[in-house]
């Protein structure tokens, strides 16, 4: 049985890191002088006095050379596998205390390290499964059969299983493409795509195609807290879902108001979304979507409504009455501390354009899914968009991700998103 033959020794910061419950050894954390494992293996962690860390699947060519897969030192191949599939287990479990699924039949299995396997995401979409393998040491066929027969023990069959790779992690890992073209089992005829439900809503799926694994599941409480909050406001007449993507929140916004519009600037992203709109025909308001930058279509907004001239361009919507209900759901602004403080420009125009649009009593639902944005920074971006409005703004609620993507205290990477559900006075 194969164990953990070689070392990493890091440093005493490191060290400080990994005993206060983060599971990353960084290239810069590590002692260069001591010879390089070979890609994928698992090594023991030690620190500079050799006191042992735990055990890491160790990559060659990332920046995060290391991810603590156990405290135990020394851990073999074969103790890791086991490993895995208890966690994977106990993550099951967890779901169903935590994160129990009511008129839905998708949510995230497994969320990385926030679960207690590093490299591993797995999504359930109704009959089919995504798995994304994300290092050296995951990518490997006796992990694949591990979470195959974990996944056909706990979801019912008939169950199509995919693996799709993730393209940055591929390059960053050098990882190759996986066998027999992702289809890691299939009882009954194999199929990438599905329909799936969602808070008692109907949505296309396809592993093909979309971002990262597919659909925004850690957005699935809050899309159901947006209409909730909306029809409280008793304002139902209009309402704009910037940076739609698949229709996430407008689809849910028609079942409480009379009118949604939809933006975003992929027309194959508002293809899917005006093909989920289909699989629910009895929506109670009408749906429409507009091909635009959210910056450049708000700001028009935010001119028509606020500075009308005669010599206004022609807009999509007519702006002269304000909107009841705001979305802004933009991609992660900020993939690096470095990019922060344009990011929180960026978040800040946003909402102050949505703010200035919104009639009184109305709701923005304003979200940030950039982890290097911290809540406090967030909220301080929207308030001063508000203070530069001139506007009373109320928070009402403050939601993190769907339980299903844990937010674990040592770990600040997994709490990512931030959603805030506000009332426009």
Same mark, same amino acid.
């Given at each position: ?38 890609? +994928?293996?698992?090594?023991? @962690? ?5 006191? #042992? ?35 994977? #287990? ?84 050098? %990882? ?11 009882? *009954? ?24 694994? +597919? ?5 699935? %409480? ?24 698949? *229709? ?13 519009? +939809? ?39 935010? #001119? ?22 705001? @979305?802004? #759901? ?30 009184? *009593? ?64």
């Amino acid at each position: 049985m194969t164990t953990a033959s070689f070392d990493l020794k890091i440093t005493r910061r490191a060290a400080d890191r990994i005993r206060a419950g983060h599971l990353w050894v960084y290239r810069s954390d590590i002692d260069t002088s001591l010879p390089s494992p070979s890609a +994928g293996s698992l090594v023991r @962690v030690r620190d500079s006095r050799n006191a #042992d860390l735990g055990t890491a699947l160790y990559s060659s060519s990332s920046q995060i050379a290391g991810r603590i897969v156990s405290r135990e030192p020394s851990l073999s191949r074969a103790q890791y596998l086991a490993e895995l599939r208890e966690r994977v #287990d106990a993550a099951f479990a967890r779901r169903a205390i935590v994160a129990p699924l009511e008129q839905t039949d998708a949510q995230r299995v497994l969320f990385s390290e926030a679960d207690g396997v590093p490299g591993i995401i797995v999504d359930r979409y109704a009959d089919l499964v995504l798995v994304q393998l994300l290092t050296q040491g995951t990518a490997q066929d006796d992990v694949r059969a591990v979470l195959v027969e974990a996944l056909r023990h706990h979801l019912p069959e008939p169950l199509s299983i995919w693996e799709r790779p993730d393209p940055k992690m591929r390059e960053l890992e050098q %990882l190759e493409l996986p066998p027999n073209e992702g289809l890691l089992f299939a009882s *009954g005829e194999p199929s990438p795509t599905t329909t799936f439900t969602l808070n008692g809503l109907k949505f296309h799926y396809s592993a093909a195609t979309g971002q990262k694994t +597919g659909a925004f599941l850690d957005q699935r %409480l809050n899309y159901a807290a947006a209409a909730r909050h909306v029809k409280a406001s008793g304002r139902t007449t209009r309402a704009l879902d910037v940076c739609t993507y698949h *229709g996430g929140f407008a689809l849910h916004l028609a079942t409480v108001c009379e009118r949604v519009t +939809g933006v975003d600037q992929s027309r194959a992203a508002l293809e899917t979304a005006d093909w989920n709109l289909s699989l629910n025909p009895e929506l109670a308001g009408r749906v429409d979507w507009i091909e635009s930058d959210a910056f450049t279509l708000l700001r028009a907004f935010d #001119d028509a409504h606020n500075k009308p001239s005669v010599t206004e361009p022609t807009l999509p919507l007519n702006v002269e009455t304000g909107f009841d209900a705001i @979305v802004l #759901d933009p991609p992660a602004f900020a993939k690096s501390k470095r990019a922060v403080d344009g990011a929180l420009r960026g978040y800040k125009e946003l909402n102050l354009r949505a703010i200035r649009l919104l009639e009184p *009593g109305g709701t923005l639902i304003t979200c940030s899914c950039s982890h290097h944005v911290s809540l406090e920074e967030f909220t301080g971006a929207v308030a001063s968009a508000a203070a530069d409005a001139g506007r009373r703004v109320q928070l009402l609620e403050t939601l993190p991700a769907a339980p299903d993507h844990p937010e674990v205290l040592t770990l600040p990477e997994s709490r990512y998103l931030k959603c805030l559900i506000l009332r426009v006075e």
